[in-house]
């Protein structure tokens, strides 16, 4: 003490106490203490600037407070100032301090007993800094009034101090996001005035001890993110004022203590990430505060218990990822609050309950379950008023098959839809584009077929689109360019077609776009090089052509993104692009999206036809005739070459018995005759002569030419020859086919083969086709009925025929029918598909049964097996077609026209026999024709199973033969 304060202290002695604080001899220590800690530590914002030695007064500066009666600095709150460094002595001088916060900083080191005088100290706040290593164990040995303490989010590490065990008048632990590890020390229950203990996110391991009961007035405990084991202590159950409980993360195993339903004031209960088991207590609904359950990944199975819809103030509600099974509860239709719910990952099954629909709730993932959708369809029976709300919808990787409803457009508030990995079929609905807040629509890995809706374009806020692994067919659609927020689209593995719209080049956020393994054709838009954030654009797989855009993304771009597009060129395939590059011309009226996709299914055939019908004729006629052109190019080249080098490779055998060529050119071939027939007398030039040219199919072109007998044969070119399999397995498949006699069947007479030219040799049929007799034939050789009936009849028997020996046809049509001098139908190219290396129905659809209108619906789904009903199916268009006089697609003035649709609508409106062919005007049996008919609308079922089967339709002919027997049966 100097001299110049002893007066003062004279004073204070004899004058009066009142004037202690003005005196005030210790505020200097405060003053000194607060300079020293700035001294030890860093302030790179300079938020400590008042802080100055020069003030004698601390009182003022930031951060500081003091008590007003006695001028002491009481607290301290630097709470994110940016501080760093590490904590010196200087707190240890502030005598009166009670609250300490250095919250939020950069703070490093350890801390020592003498960080502050901690036997005043009420709370201290030491959170979210980088402080380390342990707290010394006599750090809390004179907490005598601590309550509140947080070292949370530091890296303390070692044992949990035993020295707090002394701090009895604790009322709030946190040391979570720490390293602290051992055990969880049984004394902790002994702080029987704590209300918050957060000990989560630490190394902690050892079971719970026993003993929580003493926490009479906890609130909160969090043990959540350690490594603890056990059960969970019965006591919790007498913790009555326990809100929140956490122990999620852990091991923590067993059953839950029964005496937790007492726990009626707890609204947040997180068992998350443990390994309980058995079934969810029936309590669990007297816990009736709850808004939070989380009981994901843990082992917990059975049945979800029905009391679960007790707990009205629910608004989260997890269960994904253990072992339910069963359904959910009717119950949980009581929610009110709710605004998530997941129990994805179980094995729950049975409908997917419409109630969630009607939540107010806003996130709903049952994903990767195996419920199914209620009728057809998981949206089946929306209710429109309740579901507005509905923002997250994940109903992924279960088994719901059947269409996506159009009510789907209903869901206003939806954000995220996936529906990925499921089974679903039909098109994708228009009304998809009303969801204009959607952000993201996951579709893919279903069997989804149509084309992609042009109203897609109206789902202006989508971010990602994934339509991958479907069975889409059609255009890109040009609309797609209005989601202009679209980031990501994933839309390969379908079999799209046309071009790339160059609409996508306006949406300046993409920057994943896979379109490979589609069947995308034309010229890439050069404008997509101005795609400012692309970073993977995969077109591999395709058929584009032309030249790729130059700049941007494009100078980059790796050659496993353009692979397998025959016709693309350019460095980056390795190939130069010739100076002008036609035009091409694209039709492709089986799969535009444009056009109608109704041969895939007949009940879609409503939509309207964009291209007008001048257009169409415009198109094809300029393809025919380019086509036509290229034809009859290749055909003079292609005899020219058989003429120059045939002769002398042909050889012919008779019966099984062949040899092989004497000559040894090494093109020749082998020319099988199963009857043992006599040479061709026109010399093999003729096999292939374009002028005896009979008619063009999926599988070849079939010419006429004559045996030295003077009989005609009919020898077809197969043109898949890169299909058909090693001549082994196509000798064998053809003498199977050989084998196959009826008189309703043209038959096989044999087959020349060389691995580049594969001919099969058939019985001639001279009365031509029965698509020429429908549908070209002139006035004077019209069909009657009788010769109708006939070819519908024989044509069933040959199928029964060529099922009964496990023959499926694969390619029934008109073109296919032969009509003989007698008027017996003969129906050719059976079996072709056995020729294939292996029944794909990709091919099957696309190259064989390319005919418009006889594909039955199952060749567009995945799933359902391909059986010989599909052929029941093209039969019943051919009845159909030869009763009406029309061909099962036909494109009128500004309308598309599908047989089958068009007798069923008028079988329903009860006019079906104005459908029969007006050529046949009051020439024909009623009582014969509406029959026929109406078998020809049952072999057109929708589903296969519902066809009858051909030795069936036979039978039922011949009913229908004598009418008064058999009719009712086809009511
Ligand atoms: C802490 O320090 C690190 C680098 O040492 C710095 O990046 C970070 O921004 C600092 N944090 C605060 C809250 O000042
Ligand atoms: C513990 O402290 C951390 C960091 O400040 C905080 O996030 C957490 O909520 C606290 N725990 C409790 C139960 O309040
Ligand atoms: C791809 O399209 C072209 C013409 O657009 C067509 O000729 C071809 O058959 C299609 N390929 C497949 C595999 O569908």
């Known amino acids: 003490m100097n001299l110049k304060a002893l007066p003062n202290l004279f004073l204070l002695l004899v004058i009066a106490p009142v004037f202690v604080t003005s005196l005030n001899p210790s505020l200097n220590d405060d003053v000194l203490g607060l300079i020293m800690f700035k001294a030890d530590i860093k302030d790179p914002k300079g938020k400590l600037v008042s802080w100055d030695e020069v003030d004698d007064n601390p009182c003022s500066w930031v951060g500081v407070r003091c008590n007003p009666r006695f001028n002491r ?19 240890v001088q502030l005598q009166f301090l009670r609250k300490l916060s250095l919250a939020k900083n950069n703070l490093t080191g350890s801390i020592s007993p003498n960080i502050a005088r901690i036997e005043n100290l009420r709370a201290i706040d030491l959170s979210e800094n980088n402080l380390y290593g342990e707290v010394p164990g006599n750090f809390f040995r004179q907490c005598g009034s601590l309550r509140e303490i947080s070292l949370a989010k530091n890296k303390f590490s070692g044992e949990i101090p035993a020295s707090l065990s002394s701090c009895s008048t604790l009322a709030s632990v946190n040391f979570s996001s720490n390293q602290f590890s051992g055990t969880l020390p049984p004394w902790i229950w002994s702080l029987s005035g704590l209300r918050l203990l957060d000990l989560s996110d630490n190394l902690l391991d050892g079971e719970i001890p026993k003993g929580i009961e003493g926490l009479k007035i906890l609130r909160a405990i969090n043990l959540g993110k350690n490594g603890l084991s056990g059960q969970v202590p019965d006591g919790i159950g007498s913790c009555l004022l326990l809100r929140s409980i956490d122990f999620g993360e852990n091991s923590l195993s067993g059953r839950l203590p029964e ?91 049975g409908d997917l309950p419409l109630w969630i629909f009607k939540l107010a709730t806003q996130k709903v993932m049952p994903s990767e379950d195996k419920l199914t959708g209620s009728r057809n369809s998981p949206l089946y029976t929306l209710k429109v008023n309740a579901i507005q709300n509905l923002q997250f919808l994940d109903l992924s990787d279960n088994a719901f098959s059947g269409e996506i409803t159009s009510v789907v457009g209903v869901l206003s508030s939806l954000q995220f839809l996936n529906l990925s990995k499921n089974s679903l079929c039909g098109p994708i609905p228009g009304t998809i584009g009303e969801l204009r807040t959607l952000r993201n629509l996951d579709l893919s890995e279903n069997q989804l077929n149509g084309s992609i809706p042009l109203e897609i374009g109206g789902a202006i806020s989508l971010m990602e689109l994934r339509l991958e692994k479907n069975f889409l067919v059609g255009k890109i659609p040009t609309s797609i360019g209005n989601c202009s927020s679209l980031s990501t689209l994933h839309i390969s593995e379908n079999r799209l077609n046309g071009p790339i719209p160059a609409a996508m080049a306006k949406l300046t956020n993409l920057q994943i776009v896979d379109l490979s393994f589609n069947n995308l054709t034309g010229n890439l838009p050069k404008q997509l090089a101005n795609l400012p954030n692309l970073r993977s654009f995969n077109i591999s797989h395709n058929n584009l052509q032309g030249e790729l855009p130059a700049g941007g993304f494009f100078n980059t771009i790796s050659p496993f993104l353009v692979s397998g597009n025959p016709s693309l060129c350019g460095s980056v395939v390795n190939k130069s692009c010739p100076r002008v590059l036609p035009k091409p011309i694209v039709l492709n009226p089986n799969s535009s999206s444009d056009s109608n996709p109704s041969y895939l299914a007949p009940n879609f055939g409503h939509r309207k036809s964009i291209l007008s019908i001048s257009a169409l004729i415009a198109i094809g006629a300029a393809v025919v005739i380019v086509i036509g052109v290229i034809a009859i190019t290749v055909l003079n080249l292609r005899v020219r070459s058989t003429t120059s080098r045939s002769p002398a490779a042909l050889t012919l055998s008779a019966g099984d018995d062949f040899s092989h060529s004497s000559t040894t050119d090494a093109n020749s071939g082998k020319l099988v005759m199963f009857s043992g027939e006599p040479e061709f007398s026109t010399g093999t030039h003729a096999l292939l002569n374009k002028d005896c040219e009979l008619g063009r199919g999926g599988f070849g072109v079939v010419y006429r030419t004559d045996l030295q007998d003077g009989r005609s044969v009919a020898i077809k070119k197969l043109t898949v020859s890169s299909l058909v399999k090693s001549q082994e397995d196509f000798e064998r498949e053809v003498r199977k086919l050989g084998k196959v006699r009826h008189q309703n069947l043209v038959a096989l007479e044999g087959y020349y083969w060389t691995p580049s030219l594969q001919l099969l040799i058939y019985e001639y049929v001279s009365g031509g086709s029965l698509y020429k007799h429908l549908h070209e034939g002139s006035c004077g050789n019209l069909l009657s009925w009788n010769e109708r009936f006939n070819v519908i009849f024989g044509t069933a028997k040959s199928l029964a025929h060529l099922h009964q020996l496990n023959i499926i046809h694969y390619n029934i049509k008109s073109s296919n029918v032969l009509i003989d001098i007698s008027g017996e139908p003969k129906v050719g190219d059976f079996g072709l598909a056995r020729l294939l290396p292996m029944l794909d129905r990709y091919v099957l659809s696309s190259k064989i049964q390319s005919a418009l209108g006889y594909m039955a619906p199952e060749f567009a789904c995945k799933t359902v097996k391909i059986t010989e009903k599909c052929d029941v199916y093209a039969f019943g268009v051919l009845v159909l077609e030869v009763v009406t006089g029309k061909k099962p697609v036909e494109y009128m003035e500004d309308d598309v026209v599908v047989l089958c649709d068009m007798v069923r609508g008028a079988l329903e409106e009860g006019r079906v026999d104005e459908c029969v062919d007006g050529r046949l005007l009051g020439k024909f049996p009623v009582e014969e024709a509406i029959p026929v008919m109406k078998l020809g609308l049952i072999c057109t079922s929708r589903v296969p199973s519902n066809r009858p089967d051909m030795g069936e339709v036979v039978n039922i002919m011949e009913l229908v033969r004598c009418p008064s027997d058999g009719q009712e049966e086809l009511g």
Request: contains cysteine.
């Open 73 to 91: 600095v009481t607290e301290l709150n630097l709470y994110d100032f940016s501080l760093s460094g590490r904590i010196g002595r200087g707190l």
């Open 259 to 349: 005496n937790m339903q007492k726990l009626s004031l707890c609204s947040y209960l997180n068992l998350r990430g443990n390994s309980f088991a058995g079934e969810v207590p029936k309590w669990i609904g007297e816990m009736k505060s709850l808004e939070t359950l989380d009981l994901s990944l843990n082992r917990f199975s059975g049945q979800v218990p029905s009391s679960i819809g007790n707990l009205h103030s629910l608004k989260i509600l997890n269960f994904s990822g253990n072992g339910f099974t069963g359904n959910l509860p009717e119950s949980m239709n009581n929610y009110i609050n709710l605004s998530a719910l997941d129990f994805s990952q179980n094995s729950l099954t």
